[in-house]
């Protein structure tokens, strides 16, 4: 795994060692920042949430394209995501180790919201559909959210969000919602 481009451009992240992670691919990162860069201007984008952040290398790549700051959550890799950060040199950014749907909920008493979320959790556990309905009945939502899931999970978008786009690569799917 590496950085695509940007002020860090090719730099290779550190993975972790076992199975209980699935880091995103080369080829869907790629993919779904071609898909952004054609929807915002990452040097307008304040603030990432990178939820079930793993390596960290979907918030990472944010900061890396011009992103003013990232917030990674993870419960397993937070080592890794700091070790990444000092690496990118990447000093605006917050790791925050738990479990995600009461982070989510602090985050929300802060009343922070985020201009790009991602979220990539473990497959076939409803963590996708949980995610996404939390961030959008906590409104941590201000621009575009990215959910990647198990190709055989059907999510169902809720009202607020209107989905951009769907793509599936594999036994992957990433939705890219806004809201409404």
């Given at each position: 795994?590496?950085?695509?481009?940007?002020?860090?451009?090719?730099?290779?992240l550190k993975?972790?060692?076992?199975?209980?992670?699935?880091?995103?691919?080369?080829?869907?990162?790629?993919?779904?920042?071609?898909?952004?860069?054609?929807?915002?201007?990452?040097?307008?984008?304040?603030?990432?949430?990178?939820?079930?952040?793993?390596?960290?290398?979907?918030?990472?790549?944010?900061?890396?394209?011009?992103?003013?700051?990232?917030?990674?959550?993870?419960?397993?890799?937070?080592?890794?995501?700091?070790?990444?950060?000092?690496?990118?040199?990447?000093?605006?950014?917050?790791?925050?180790?738990?479990?995600?749907?009461?982070?989510?909920?602090?985050?929300?008493?802060?009343?922070?919201?985020?201009?790009?979320?991602?979220?990539?959790?473990?497959?076939?556990?409803g963590l996708?559909?949980?995610?996404?309905?939390?961030?959008?009945?906590?409104?941590?939502?201000?621009?575009?959210?990215?959910?990647?899931?198990?190709?055989?999970?059907?999510?169902?978008?809720?009202?607020?969000?209107?989905?951009?786009?769907q793509i599936?690569?594999?036994?992957?799917?990433?939705?890219?919602?806004?809201?409404?």
């Amino acid at each position: 795994m590496r950085i695509i481009t940007g002020r860090a451009k090719g730099l290779r992240l550190k993975t972790p060692k076992n199975f209980l992670t699935r880091p995103t691919a080369d080829r869907v990162k790629e993919s779904l920042f071609s898909i952004l860069n054609g929807l915002i201007n990452f040097s307008e984008v304040e603030a990432v949430l990178d939820i079930f952040a793993g390596t960290g290398a979907l918030g990472l790549e944010s900061i890396s394209r011009g992103a003013s700051s990232a917030t990674f959550i993870d419960t397993a890799t937070v080592e890794i995501i700091r070790d990444n950060l000092q690496r990118a040199k990447f000093d605006n950014c917050k790791i925050i180790r738990g479990d995600f749907e009461k982070i989510l909920s602090r985050l929300a008493k802060q009343n922070l919201s985020f201009d790009l979320i991602f979220s990539d959790p473990p497959y076939a556990k409803g963590l996708a559909q949980k995610s996404l309905n939390l961030v959008d009945e906590l409104n941590l939502l201000s621009g575009l959210m990215i959910v990647e899931h198990g190709a055989e999970e059907i999510l169902d978008v809720p009202k607020n969000f209107q989905l951009v786009r769907q793509i599936t690569y594999g036994h992957t799917t990433a939705i890219t919602i806004v809201r409404d």
